[in-house]
Nanobody, 113 residues
Framework: VQLVESGGGLVQPGGSLRLSCAAFGFTSSRYLMSWYRQVPGKEREFVATTTSDGSTTNYADSVKGRFTISRDNAKNMVYLQMNSLKPEDTAVYYC???????WGKGTLVTVSS
């Protein structure tokens, strides 16, 4: 049972990235899934969440209107589309299944010119 994030990298301010989270060993469609992020030296913070069927989403105020969480249950995948990126979005981004207390290892996003 694991989550594997991918898609991080270096992007200029104003740019876009799409993160992916692949679920292995369980049926992710049964669970609410979330994205969190963490800057070194700071607490991990909530970014976005989606219900099991993808019908309802919720976002941190800091990313609302810029980030979009989505999922493809047929592929056991969750995505985070990040637009209009800012330097303060720089962090390690983690996928989480709250119902299983399961975390991925994270993917680093760096927003810098």
């Amino acid at each position: 049972v694991q989550l594997v994030e991918s898609g991080g990298g270096l992007v200029q301010p104003g740019g876009s990235l799409r993160l992916s989270c692949a679920a292995f060993g369980f049926t992710s469609s049964r669970y609410l899934m979330s994205w969190y992020r963490q800057v070194p030296g700071k607490e991990r913070e909530f970014v976005a969440t989606t219900t099991s069927d993808g019908s309802t989403t919720n976002y941190a105020d800091s990313v609302k209107g810029r980030f979009t969480i989505s999922r493809d249950n047929a592929k056991n995948m969750v995505y985070l589309q990040m637009n209009s990126l800012k330097p303060e979005d720089t962090a390690v981004y983690y996928c989480k299944v709250p119902g299983l207390n399961l975390w991925g290892k994270g993917t680093l996003v760096t927003v810098s010119s």
